[in-house]
């Protein structure tokens, strides 16, 4: 056989061909109608994120939210186009939890930092979050309620949207709103960020294996027989979701990333992890502290009392057990006990 025609069956076999990743992003709409641009979202982004911050400790050390930046950087360059410009706060809260803000502003707890296992896992709910943002979700439900309660159908620079923002905090405050459409909405989210991670080269695994523990799900999907008579959990439908979109990606768009991220990334969750009340307390007041212990106690103190005498006391977190000196205060040992009950002297 000559030689070019060999090269030529070669090349037009399929199993010869070099596989090539032609999928496309689905669209996002939202769900309603906004009177918000993008910018007034940002406004809006500002000012509820300025009351977050009163409300919850932020972590402020330069430097400490640089691989959330990083991975969203990375999650932007595969979302579709937009304009919101999304910052990452790492902050305290008793939860294992994420919330983004209209406009694009993104909390983020140190326990949920603690308790994803790897970066995939992180992206996945970055990216949901995210996914939240660029759906318009808060926009869309902040239309309404402006609509409803303030009467309004526009708003103007950015003196405008405050002065409207701040009627609508105060009428609000009167008048509660009930949420609506959060599982719907957590479902949309979910499938921009499935969408969105495998693109960046993350492991589309991340997001499932995640919800799964956190809502101790247990790999349950429920069925035609439970959906049918109400008794799937939503957690249970979320994971089911999220696994048929797994089995929908093309073999050709999956990516691998360097074993040296994932270093990188357990080290910075190491810091997380180990970071405290000091750490927070210093840089909201740019002074150091007057006494630091070692071990640093973690932020939730959940228990705390004193020995018949008044020279000891339990210091109690939410990770273990620490017996302190009271005068000078100071750490004598710990014990590290995850989850146990109050402690007490006998």
Not at 33 to 45: I, K, N, R, V
Not at 80 to 94: G, T, V
Not at 322 to 332: D, F, T
């Amino acid at each position: 056989m000559p030689r070019k025609l060999v090269l030529l069956l070669l090349a037009a076999c399929p199993a010869f061909a070099q596989a090539r990743c032609e999928a496309t992003f689905p669209d996002l709409k939202p769900r309603g109608a906004t009177m918000f641009s993008p910018t007034q979202e940002g406004y809006l982004g500002d000012l509820l994120t300025e009351q977050t911050s009163r409300r919850y400790p932020v972590y402020r050390q330069p430097g400490l939210t640089d691989p959330l930046d990083q991975i969203a950087a990375r999650l932007l360059q595969h979302l579709p186009r937009n304009e919101y410009k999304f910052k990452f706060q790492l902050i305290e809260l008793s939860q294992t939890n994420a919330f983004a803000m209209i406009g694009g502003k993104v909390f983020v707890s140190r326990r949920l930092i603690a308790f994803v296992r790897n970066e995939d896992e992180l992206a996945g709910v970055l990216a949901h979050e995210m996914g939240h943002v660029l759906a318009r979700q808060s926009s869309v439900d902040l239309t309404k309620s402006f609509n409803d309660l303030l009467k309004v159908s526009s708003a103007g620079d950015q003196a405008d949207v405050a002065q409207k923002f701040h009627q609508w905090m105060d009428i609000r405050a009167r008048k509660p709103a009930s949420a609506a459409h959060v599982d719907d909405d957590q479902l949309v989210a979910d499938q921009v960020s499935m969408e969105a991670v495998w693109r960046a080269g993350y492991d589309p695994q991340g997001l499932p294996q995640f919800l799964d523990r956190l809502t101790d799900n247990k790999g349950a999907t429920g069925n035609f027989i439970t959906d049918l008579f109400g008794a799937t959990r939503p957690e249970s439908k979320r994971f089911r979701e999220m696994l048929k979109s797994v089995e929908a990606i093309p073999a050709s768009c999956r990516e691998k990333r360097a074993e040296s991220e994932q270093e990188a990334f357990r080290a910075w969750k190491k810091k997380v992890t180990e970071l405290s009340a000091e750490d927070w307390i210093t840089t909201s007041t740019n002074r150091a502290p007057t006494l630091r212990l070692a071990p640093k106690l973690r932020p939730d103190i959940n228990n705390i009392k004193f020995s018949p005498d008044g020279r000891l006391l339990i210091a109690q977190d939410e990770s273990g057990i620490n017996i302190l000196r009271h005068e000078p205060l100071s750490v004598v040992f710990r014990i590290p006990a995850l989850g146990a009950k109050c402690g007490d002297f006998r």
